[in-house]
Nanobody, 119 residues
Framework: QVQLVESGGGLVQAGGSLRLSCAASGRTFSSYSMGWFRQAPGKERERVASISRSGITTDYADSVKGRFTISRDNAKNTVYLQMNSMKPEDTAVYYC?????WGSGYEYWGQGTQVTVSS
Protein backbone atom coordinates (compact mmCIF):
# COMPACT_ATOMS: atom_id res chain seq x y z
CA GLN A 1 0.00 0.00 0.00
CA VAL A 2 1.29 3.44 -0.96
CA GLN A 3 -0.25 6.73 0.11
CA LEU A 4 0.52 9.78 -1.98
CA VAL A 5 0.11 13.43 -0.99
CA GLU A 6 0.63 16.22 -3.52
CA SER A 7 1.55 19.79 -2.65
CA GLY A 8 2.81 22.94 -4.33
CA GLY A 9 -0.17 23.88 -6.45
CA GLY A 10 -1.44 27.42 -6.68
CA LEU A 11 -2.01 30.41 -8.90
CA VAL A 12 0.70 31.57 -11.28
CA GLN A 13 0.84 33.98 -14.19
CA ALA A 14 1.49 32.78 -17.71
CA GLY A 15 5.22 32.35 -18.24
CA GLY A 16 5.78 31.61 -14.58
CA SER A 17 6.91 28.49 -12.75
CA LEU A 18 5.69 26.12 -10.08
CA ARG A 19 7.13 23.00 -8.53
CA LEU A 20 4.81 20.24 -7.42
CA SER A 21 5.85 17.66 -4.87
CA CYS A 22 4.35 14.27 -4.12
CA ALA A 23 5.31 12.62 -0.86
CA ALA A 24 4.85 8.88 -0.58
CA SER A 25 4.39 6.81 2.53
CA GLY A 26 5.94 3.42 3.08
CA ARG A 27 9.38 1.93 2.60
CA THR A 28 8.93 0.73 -0.96
CA PHE A 29 8.79 4.02 -2.85
CA SER A 30 11.80 3.09 -4.95
CA SER A 31 9.93 0.00 -6.14
CA TYR A 32 7.40 2.11 -8.03
CA SER A 33 7.47 3.98 -11.28
CA MET A 34 5.80 7.33 -10.76
CA GLY A 35 3.71 9.57 -12.91
CA TRP A 36 2.07 12.96 -12.94
CA PHE A 37 -1.36 13.37 -14.49
CA ARG A 38 -3.71 16.28 -14.85
CA GLN A 39 -7.39 16.84 -15.44
CA ALA A 40 -8.91 20.11 -16.57
CA PRO A 41 -12.62 20.88 -16.18
CA GLY A 42 -14.65 19.08 -18.80
CA LYS A 43 -11.65 17.17 -20.10
CA GLU A 44 -10.31 13.67 -19.66
CA ARG A 45 -7.40 13.00 -17.40
CA GLU A 46 -4.09 12.99 -19.27
CA ARG A 47 -0.64 11.78 -18.41
CA VAL A 48 1.88 14.58 -18.11
CA ALA A 49 5.12 12.80 -17.24
CA SER A 50 6.51 9.51 -15.98
CA ILE A 51 9.71 8.46 -14.27
CA SER A 52 11.20 5.04 -13.74
CA ARG A 53 12.03 3.56 -10.35
CA SER A 54 15.66 4.62 -10.56
CA GLY A 55 14.88 7.98 -12.08
CA ILE A 56 17.03 7.27 -15.13
CA THR A 57 14.15 7.03 -17.59
CA THR A 58 11.59 9.77 -18.06
CA ASP A 59 8.81 10.38 -20.53
CA TYR A 60 6.66 13.42 -21.26
CA ALA A 61 3.49 14.35 -23.03
CA ASP A 62 4.18 16.37 -26.14
CA SER A 63 2.27 19.30 -24.68
CA VAL A 64 4.81 19.76 -21.86
CA LYS A 65 8.10 18.64 -23.42
CA GLY A 66 10.82 21.20 -22.89
CA ARG A 67 8.81 23.01 -20.21
CA PHE A 68 8.19 20.44 -17.46
CA THR A 69 10.70 18.20 -15.70
CA ILE A 70 9.90 15.19 -13.57
CA SER A 71 12.40 14.01 -10.97
CA ARG A 72 12.47 11.92 -7.84
CA ASP A 73 14.42 11.59 -4.61
CA ASN A 74 14.10 8.03 -3.38
CA ALA A 75 15.80 8.90 -0.09
CA LYS A 76 12.99 11.37 0.60
CA ASN A 77 10.19 9.25 -0.90
CA THR A 78 9.25 12.21 -3.08
CA VAL A 79 8.61 12.85 -6.75
CA TYR A 80 8.63 16.35 -8.22
CA LEU A 81 7.25 18.13 -11.23
CA GLN A 82 9.01 21.35 -12.14
CA MET A 83 6.78 23.40 -14.42
CA ASN A 84 8.29 26.33 -16.33
CA SER A 85 6.99 28.65 -19.03
CA MET A 86 3.51 27.85 -17.93
CA LYS A 87 0.48 28.48 -20.10
CA PRO A 88 -3.21 28.98 -19.29
CA GLU A 89 -3.90 25.57 -20.83
CA ASP A 90 -1.81 24.00 -18.07
CA THR A 91 -4.61 24.86 -15.65
CA ALA A 92 -5.86 21.62 -14.10
CA VAL A 93 -5.89 19.45 -11.04
CA TYR A 94 -2.58 17.61 -10.95
CA TYR A 95 -2.28 14.11 -9.54
CA CYS A 96 0.66 11.89 -8.83
CA UNK A 97 0.39 8.13 -9.18
CA UNK A 98 2.45 5.01 -8.58
CA UNK A 99 2.84 1.90 -10.72
CA UNK A 100 4.72 -1.30 -9.93
CA UNK A 101 5.63 -1.82 -13.54
CA TRP A 102 6.74 0.83 -16.03
CA GLY A 103 4.10 1.23 -18.69
CA SER A 104 1.43 -0.61 -16.75
CA GLY A 105 -1.62 0.81 -15.04
CA TYR A 106 -1.14 3.10 -12.09
CA GLU A 107 -2.34 1.53 -8.87
CA TYR A 108 -2.14 4.32 -6.33
CA TRP A 109 -3.25 7.92 -6.66
CA GLY A 110 -2.97 11.10 -4.66
CA GLN A 111 -5.84 13.45 -3.94
CA GLY A 112 -4.66 16.10 -6.39
CA THR A 113 -3.53 19.70 -6.20
CA GLN A 114 -5.02 22.61 -8.14
CA VAL A 115 -2.83 24.55 -10.55
CA THR A 116 -4.22 27.69 -12.14
CA VAL A 117 -2.36 29.72 -14.75
CA SER A 118 -3.70 33.18 -15.42
CA SER A 119 -3.25 34.93 -18.77
Amino acid sequence: QVQLVESGGGLVQAGGSLRLSCAASGRTFSSYSMGWFRQAPGKERERVASISRSGITTDYADSVKGRFTISRDNAKNTVYLQMNSMKPEDTAVYYCAAARIWGSGYEYWGQGTQVTVSS
